[in-house]
């Protein structure tokens, strides 16, 4: 299935899993989490999977609480990316070191675990891949599950670089490419949300002015498998025809799916907007259109 990308090391497929679970230089982390909205729509509430988790999971995996073990719980919005100490100590405490495999998955949507893979890139760790099918393709292959809490792995250093800044846009970066010639700008949310017509808003409805919509659930097909190479290439024809590109969603998650998809794809300048809408939204002096 990953014929054609260029970083096809990425994408992990079930039956390799399968035959490495007991490999202790393979690390499976279950990045399950669920946003509910709240009642106008306005945003959303945090539920993590740890309950999923707890009645049934990959053999051997670990649960990451997305919104707290890794994530600035400081920060005036959800999920923002942590300090390099803090990721360093939550990767350590999960048996993590410099040449650990880590496999993320999810058993809701595939962007919580493509989140895992930029985080664990954006401070220096390569030996990051994402389980294609996720816990909906594991279990309808009807692979074995575990249940009740991790089997606890002995702690390991895991040294996290500074976060690379090339990999995260800012406020002004987004500013700064409305209009450029040379930056494609998406948004990953759903088209409804993209077009202010439904869905969580975030304080606003509508997008970024200029941005194009490539939603993240579009990546993946009905069973949740990652879309061909060619079938990908062309749905994301225009930003790889740019220099630059820019991705953001609501909260930096489903904008890594799209981010994920032009990595492989060979996009080498692909910056992932880490506050998204939950920033951009909010402050009503910044550019937004329907």
């Given amino acids: 299935m990953t014929q054609g990308f260029v970083r096809p090391e990425y994408l992990v497929e079930t039956g390799w899993l399968a035959g490495h679970l007991e490999d202790p230089a393979v690390r499976v982390l279950d990045c399950t989490t669920h946003l509910p909205p709240l009642p106008d729509n306005s945003y959303y509430t945090v539920r993590p999977g740890r309950d999923d988790f707890l009645k049934e999971h990959i053999p051997g995996a670990a649960f990451v609480d997305m919104d707290r073990d890794v994530a600035d719980t400081s920060a005036p919005f959800h999920f923002m990316l942590p300090s390099s100490i803090q990721f360093a100590q939550a990767m350590s405490a999960l048996g993590i070191g410099r040449d650990t495999l880590v496999v993320s998955y999810s058993a809701a949507n595939h962007w919580w675990a493509t989140r895992m893979w930029w985080m664990l890139r954006v401070f220096g760790h390569e030996r990051a891949a994402v389980l294609d099918g996720g816990f909906q393709k594991w279990r309808k292959e009807g692979r074995p599950v575990a249940s009740g809490a991790a089997e606890p792995r002995?702690?390991?250093?895991?040294?996290?670089?500074?976060?690379?800044?090339?990999?995260?846009?800012?406020?002004?970066?987004?500013?700064?490419?409305?209009?450029a010639a040379d930056t494609c700008t998406i948004n990953a949310l759903r088209p409804e949300q993209h077009g202010g017509t439904?869905?969580?808003?975030?304080?606003?409805?509508?997008?970024?002015?200029?941005?194009?919509?490539?939603?993240?659930?579009?990546?993946?097909?009905?069973?949740?498998?990652?879309?061909?190479?060619?079938e990908l290439r062309r749905m994301f024809?225009?930003?790889?025809?740019?220099?630059?590109?820019?991705?953001?969603?609501?909260?930096?998650?489903?904008?890594?799916?799209?981010?994920?998809?032009?990595?492989?794809?060979?996009?080498?300048?692909?910056?992932?907007?880490?506050?998204?809408?939950?920033?951009?939204?909010?402050?009503?002096?910044?550019?937004?259109e329907i």
């Fill in 154 to 179: 002995a702690r390991t250093h895991f040294e996290a670089r500074p976060a690379r800044g090339e990999m995260i846009a800012t406020k002004q970066d987004v500013l700064a490419a409305i209009g």
């Fill in 237 to 288: 024809a225009e930003p790889l025809s740019k220099p630059a590109v820019i991705t953001y969603c609501g909260g930096g998650i489903a904008a890594s799916a799209d981010t994920l998809v032009l990595t492989m794809l060979g996009h080498e300048n692909v910056r992932l907007y880490d506050a998204s809408l939950s920033e951009w939204a909010r402050d009503p002096a910044l550019p937004m």
């Fill in 198 to 230: 439904g869905g969580v808003y975030y304080g606003r409805r509508g997008h970024i002015k200029g941005s194009v919509n490539l939603a993240a659930m579009s990546t993946v097909d009905d069973n949740n498998v990652y879309k061909s190479a060619q």
